[in-house]
C-alpha cells in the first residue's frame, strides 16, 4: 500500500447488519426477499431488534436517573414511534401532527413535551387539551397560554426553552448560542419567568437543545454541564421547583469517511456528576436528554433498486429508481456543505468477487440527484439492490417525495 492510499478516510464499518449468503439481513430477513415482501423499491425499512438495542446500550452507558426521550422529527413513522414509546421514557414533538402520532403511539402524556418555534394557537390549545409539557418558546405564547387557560381552565404545563449564551462547539447543525429563533435567550428568561408567575401558569422546568449532530464527545459534555449551571442560575428566578431540565441531546452518528462511533463513556460519566449534583442542587427535579437521529439512524436502511447502467467518458453511472426526491440527505442537499457520499453498498452483493468505482444517480433531472460519487462498490447490474445505510433519521419526511412526479417511496419495520 502506498502512503497516499493510507491517507485516504474510510467509512466506519456498518457492522450492524449481518450477512448471509451474500446478502445483507435486515429484522431477520434477507434483503432480496424484504424487498419482494413489500411489492416495490424504493423503500426505507427500519430494524426494530436495533433500536431496541440501542436504547439498552444507552441505558447501560448513561446513569438510571437520566431519562432518555425520542425527538420523533428524526423519524416519525407511526409504527416506529410506537416502538419507541415502548422503549424510551419520553417523546418529544415539534408539531401539532406529530402530537397525533406520540398520543397515537401510547406514550404516557404527562411524558410527552412540545418544542418549535411558531407554535399556533391550534396547536397551543390541543397541547394543553392533551396535558402535555410544552416547552415555551416567547413572550406571545406565554400570554396565548394565559389565554387559553382562561377559557378552558385546563392547566398549561409549561417549560422555558432557552437561547443559551454558549454554543454546542463542533456541531453539524447548532441551535443555540447568539441569536437564534429557537427558545428565548438565557437573558430574557428572568423577565419572562415573572411574567409566567404573574399568569399563574404552572411552571415544570427548562429546555436547553444547543444543537444536533455532534460526534465530539468533549464538546457534547460541555454544552449539558453549561446548560445545568445556566439551568441552576436561571432556576433563582423560577417561580416554582424545576422539576424536569432537559439538557437536549445531539448525539451524532458517523455518516462520512473518517468520521467514527460516538464514545458514550465520557458523557455518561458527566451526566452522572450532574445527576449528583442534581440530588442536592435542584432536588425536585428530572434529568432528561432529547434523542432523534443517534436512536433511529443506523437501523435503517433506504434501498433502491438498479434501472440502468451507463458509461459515460469513462467513468459508470448506475441509475436507480431511487434518490433525492426520497432521501434529500444521501444526495447531501439537507445540511452539507461540502457533499460527501454515505455508506452505501450493493446488497445483494455483499461478498463479491469483483468491484468497481461506480456513481449511482437517482432518476430526476438534475444533477444535483446523486447518491454516490466515485465509490468502490460490488460490480452491478439492473435489478441489483442498492442499500443506503445511516437512513433511519431524517430521510423519508425530510425529502422532497413530489419533485418530479416519481412513485411514492414506502417505508417498513421489520
Ligand atoms: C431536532 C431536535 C432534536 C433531535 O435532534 P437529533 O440530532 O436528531 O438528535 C431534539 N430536540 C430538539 C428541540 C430538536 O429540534
Given at each position: 500500500?502506498?502512503?497516499?492510499?493510507?491517507?485516504?478516510?474510510?467509512h466506519a464499518p456498518m457492522t450492524q447488519f449481518s450477512v448471509n449468503?451474500?446478502e445483507l439481513v435486515i429484522g431477520g430477513i434477507?434483503l432480496?426477499?424484504?424487498?419482494?415482501?413489500?411489492?416495490?423499491?424504493?423503500?426505507y425499512a427500519y430494524d426494530r431488534q436495533l433500536l431496541a438495542q440501542r436504547v439498552a446500550q444507552l441505558?447501560?452507558?448513561?446513569?438510571?436517573?437520566?431519562?432518555?426521550?425520542?425527538?420523533?422529527?428524526?423519524?416519525?413513522?407511526?409504527?416506529?414511534?410506537?416502538?419507541?414509546?415502548?422503549?424510551?421514557?419520553?417523546?418529544?414533538?415539534?408539531?401539532?401532527?406529530?402530537?397525533?402520532?406520540?398520543?397515537?403511539?401510547?406514550?404516557?402524556?404527562?411524558?410527552?413535551?412540545?418544542?418549535?418555534?411558531?407554535?399556533?394557537?391550534?396547536?397551543?390549545?390541543?397541547?394543553?387539551?392533551?396535558?402535555?409539557?410544552?416547552?415555551?418558546?416567547?413572550?406571545?405564547?406565554?400570554?396565548?397560554?394565559?389565554?387559553?387557560?382562561?377559557?378552558?381552565?385546563?392547566?398549561?404545563?409549561?417549560?422555558?426553552?432557552?437561547?443559551?449564551?454558549?454554543?454546542?462547539?463542533?456541531?453539524?447543525?447548532?441551535?443555540?448560542?447568539?441569536?437564534?429563533?429557537?427558545?428565548?435567550?438565557?437573558?430574557?428568561?428572568?423577565?419572562?419567568?415573572?411574567?409566567?408567575?404573574?399568569?399563574?401558569?404552572?411552571?415544570?422546568?427548562?429546555?436547553?437543545?444547543?444543537?444536533?449532530?455532534?460526534?465530539?464527545?468533549?464538546?457534547?459534555?460541555?454544552?449539558?454541564?453549561?446548560?445545568?449551571?445556566?439551568?441552576?442560575?436561571?432556576?433563582?428566578?423560577?417561580?416554582?421547583?424545576?422539576?424536569?431540565?432537559?439538557?437536549?441531546?445531539?448525539?451524532?452518528i458517523p455518516y462520512?469517511?473518517?468520521e467514527q462511533h460516538l464514545?458514550?463513556?465520557?458523557?455518561?460519566?458527566?451526566?452522572?456528576?450532574?445527576?449528583?449534583?442534581?440530588?442536592?442542587?435542584?432536588?425536585?427535579?428530572?434529568?432528561?436528554?432529547?434523542?432523534?437521529r443517534y436512536l433511529v439512524g443506523e437501523a435503517g436502511i433506504y434501498v433502491?433498486?438498479?434501472?440502468?447502467?451507463?458509461?459515460?467518458?469513462?467513468?459508470?453511472?448506475?441509475?436507480?429508481?431511487?434518490?433525492?426526491?426520497?432521501?434529500?440527505?444521501?444526495?447531501?442537499?439537507?445540511?452539507?456543505?461540502?457533499?460527501?457520499?454515505y455508506p452505501v453498498a450493493?446488497g445483494?452483493?455483499m461478498?463479491?468477487?469483483?468491484?468497481?468505482?461506480?456513481?449511482?444517480?437517482?432518476?430526476?433531472?438534475?444533477?444535483?440527484?446523486?447518491?454516490?460519487?466515485?465509490?468502490?462498490?460490488?460490480?452491478?447490474?439492473?435489478?441489483?439492490?442498492?442499500v443506503i445505510y445511516q437512513s433511519g433519521a431524517?430521510?423519508?419526511?425530510?425529502?422532497?417525495?413530489?419533485?418530479?412526479?416519481?412513485?411514492?417511496?414506502?417505508?417498513?419495520l421489520v
Amino acid at each position: 500500500m502506498q502512503a497516499s492510499e493510507r491517507q485516504v478516510p474510510t467509512h466506519a464499518p456498518m457492522t450492524q447488519f449481518s450477512v448471509n449468503n451474500g446478502e445483507l439481513v435486515i429484522g431477520g430477513i434477507p434483503l432480496s426477499r424484504l424487498a419482494a415482501r413489500v411489492g416495490q423499491t424504493p423503500f426505507y425499512a427500519y430494524d426494530r431488534q436495533l433500536l431496541a438495542q440501542r436504547v439498552a446500550q444507552l441505558r447501560t452507558a448513561l446513569p438510571a436517573s437520566i431519562k432518555l426521550h425520542y425527538a420523533m422529527k428524526a423519524n416519525p413513522m407511526p409504527a416506529l414511534v410506537c416502538h419507541m414509546a415502548g422503549l424510551v421514557d419520553g417523546i418529544d414533538v415539534a408539531s401539532g401532527g406529530e402530537l397525533k402520532i406520540a398520543l397515537d403511539s401510547g406514550g404516557d402524556p404527562h411524558e410527552i413535551s412540545f418544542a418549535g418555534p411558531g407554535k399556533s394557537r391550534d396547536e397551543l390549545v390541543r397541547a394543553v387539551a392533551a396535558d402535555i409539557l410544552i416547552n415555551i418558546e416567547s413572550f406571545r405564547e406565554v400570554a396565548e397560554l394565559a389565554r387559553i387557560r382562561n377559557e378552558t381552565g385546563c392547566k398549561a404545563r409549561i417549560a422555558v426553552r432557552v437561547n443559551p449564551d454558549f454554543e454546542l462547539k463542533s456541531s453539524g447543525m447548532k441551535m443555540g448560542g447568539g441569536p437564534k429563533q429557537f427558545g428565548v435567550d438565557a437573558e430574557q428568561v428572568p423577565e419572562l419567568l415573572a411574567e409566567i408567575g404573574r399568569a399563574g401558569l404552572a411552571f415544570e422546568g427548562f429546555h436547553l437543545f444547543a444543537g444536533s449532530q455532534n460526534l465530539k464527545p468533549e464538546a457534547i459534555v460541555e454544552a449539558q454541564y453549561k446548560s445545568f449551571d445556566l439551568a441552576l442560575r436561571l432556576s433563582q428566578s423560577a417561580p416554582s421547583p424545576v422539576r424536569f431540565l432537559n439538557l437536549g441531546g445531539g448525539f451524532g452518528i458517523p455518516y462520512f469517511p473518517g468520521e467514527q462511533h460516538l464514545d458514550l463513556a465520557p458523557i455518561g460519566a458527566n451526566l452522572a456528576s450532574l445527576a449528583e449534583r442534581a440530588s442536592s442542587e435542584m432536588p425536585n427535579a428530572e434529568l432528561v436528554i432529547e434523542l432523534g437521529r443517534y436512536l433511529v439512524g443506523e437501523a435503517g436502511i433506504y434501498v433502491s433498486s438498479i434501472v440502468d447502467r451507463k458509461e459515460s467518458r469513462g467513468q459508470i453511472f448506475l441509475v436507480t429508481d431511487g434518490g433525492l426526491h426520497h432521501h434529500l440527505a444521501a444526495s447531501g442537499n439537507f445540511g452539507q456543505v461540502i457533499r460527501k457520499n454515505y455508506p452505501v453498498a450493493i446488497g445483494n452483493k455483499m461478498t463479491p468477487d469483483k468491484c468497481e468505482n461506480v456513481s449511482v444517480v437517482g432518476p430526476l433531472c438534475t444533477p444535483l440527484d446523486l447518491l454516490a460519487d466515485r465509490m468502490e462498490l460490488a460490480e452491478a447490474h439492473p435489478g441489483d439492490l442498492v442499500v443506503i445505510y445511516q437512513s433511519g433519521a431524517y430521510g423519508f419526511t425530510a425529502s422532497p417525495q413530489a419533485f418530479l412526479g416519481h412513485p411514492a417511496c414506502i417505508e417498513v419495520l421489520v
